[in-house]
């Protein structure tokens, strides 16, 4: 089947490489293979599975959606659904947005959303120059390609993202995350910068294509002041970040930051396509049917997204990522203590990174070891022969990412790092 498939599908496909795996079942953090191998997948749909996979109140949502005769396409019309799904998201948003926010439905990705909210704060500001960061990802879609790290964006002003083990001044801590705001001011205010007028700045409260690297809370309140004594709208990518994921219920929750405007994606469908812009209403400049698409109100994914916020406030499951995580993260450092590979752990609640380095690399200076993709790799590899399935990230794809599902029990979290400490181990044999 594998073969049939790879014969058809473009070059451009990638998990199919790294996992080949044919998925027939799968119920919460396990996926079943076709020949009955089962998985601990702590990828969960790139984090869209906020409860895991097939969680029993997502199902019912949706088959009480489906047993309705409600029509599945309605464009962006209103319907009970959908206001159930504004409802419930609004009540978890920031009580500072959510007094006065707009909600626009995008879709079906998370890459239109953020399109569309390059578009909202280019036309509500009448500028264009756009203020993102280093090692970002905001999607594959043209403006969203611009502000990511990787490509040289077009207006797009590229400036430092604060990181302990990689900073860009090469101090790391508090230190490091201060000289990356000082940075950005004076950038801002220097006449001869360059800097085109932004529109607005866009950050993840934790980069996790990136390489799951979390920005500290200081610096993302400063960023907040920056732009905000400027006139800038601050945009908070949660597309990955959202529904609990850190340890909050969003990441810019720790820190009390509120921003500007939210782009949220992946878990708030509960599974199934769905992305949405929030803005404060001072920004709604819109003239009717100047940003629209036909998906934009899928039925099945508000039904699903519904039940999933619902079930992550009232379970607290923001709170038990933000306990676990942090426990799985003190077994990492005590497992990986003294790993030659391992050249950095972090993470915020279930979001967990793992950077492999290679110290006996030859063009290893003396400062942190280069990254080690192929290392990477290999790891990946063994986790699946293990039955776990990780995820790599970061600008080398030097690093292993965790992203279980916020329902993961702590019986799950031991077998997921028994399976990895000992991929870890045969990787450094
Ligand atoms: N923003 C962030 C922070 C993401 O992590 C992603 C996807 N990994 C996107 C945007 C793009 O979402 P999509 O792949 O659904 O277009």
Redesign the pocket.
């Known amino acids: 089947m594998l073969r049939r498939q790879s014969q058809r599908e473009s070059a451009a496909r990638t998990y199919a490489r790294s996992l080949p795996i044919v998925p027939v079942r799968a119920r919460g953090l396990t996926i079943e293979g076709a020949d009955g191998r089962r998985y601990l997948d702590c990828l969960s749909g ?2 869209t599975l906020a409860l895991g996979h097939n969680h029993p109140v997502v199902l019912e949502a949706v088959r009480r959606v489906l047993d309705s005769e409600a029509p599945l396409q309605v464009l962006d019309l209103a319907t009970p659904v959908k206001d159930a799904f504004v409802t419930e998201l609004f009540t978890n948003l920031p009580a500072e947005l959510a007094a006065d926010a707009r909600i626009q439905f995008c879709g079906p ?6 399109e569309a909210a390059l578009r909202l704060v280019r036309t509500a500001t009448g500028r264009t120059g756009l203020l993102a960061f280093t090692g ?6 043209t403006g ?1 390609l611009d502000a990511s790290g990787g490509a040289e964006g077009v207006r797009v002003t590229r400036l430092p993202y604060p990181s302990d083990h990689r900073c860009p001044f090469g101090v790391g801590g508090a230190e490091g995350a201060a000289l990356c705001a000082r940075w950005t001011e004076h950038l801002l205010d220097d006449p001869k910068g360059g800097v085109p007028a932004p529109a607005g700045m866009i950050l ?1 409260p934790v ?3 990136g390489g799951v690297v979390p920005a500290p809370d200081d610096w993302l309140r400063r960023m907040r002041e920056i732009t905000a004594a400027r006139g800038i709208p601050l945009i908070a ?5 959202g529904v609990g994921r850190t340890g909050a219920f969003w990441g810019v929750d720790h820190s009390g930051v509120v921003p500007d405007v939210m ?1 949220l ?2 878990a708030i469908g509960g599974s199934l ?1 769905l ?1 949405v812009v929030v803005y404060r209403g001072g920004l709604d400049v819109w003239r009717p049917g100047a940003h629209a698409g036909t998906f934009r109100g899928n039925q099945l994914a508000m039904a699903a997204g519904t039940a999933t916020l619902a079930y992550v406030r009232e379970n607290r499951l923001a709170e038990r990522a933000a306990g676990l995580g942090a426990r799985m993260l003190a077994a990492l450092h005590g497992m990986t203590a003294g790993h030659p590979y391992v050249g950095d752990v972090r993470g915020r609640g279930l979001m967990i990174g793992l950077e492999l380095v290679d110290p006996e690399a030859p063009d290893h200076d003396g400062g942190p070891a280069p990254a080690a993709p192929h290392l990477a790799a290999a790891v990946r590899r063994a986790c699946l022969d293990r039955g776990l399935i990780v995820e790599l990230g970061g600008r080398h794809s030097s690093v292993v990412r965790l992203l279980p599902p916020l329902t993961l029990t702590d019986e799950q979290a031991a077998a997921v790092l028994d399976r990895l400490a000992d991929a870890l181990d045969a990787v450094a044999r």
């Open positions: 790139a984090g990705a998370g890459t239109d959303a953020v970002a990802y905001h999607g594959m879609t969203s993840e980069q996790g294509e990518d949660e597309v990955q970040t782009v994606s992946k396509p992305a």
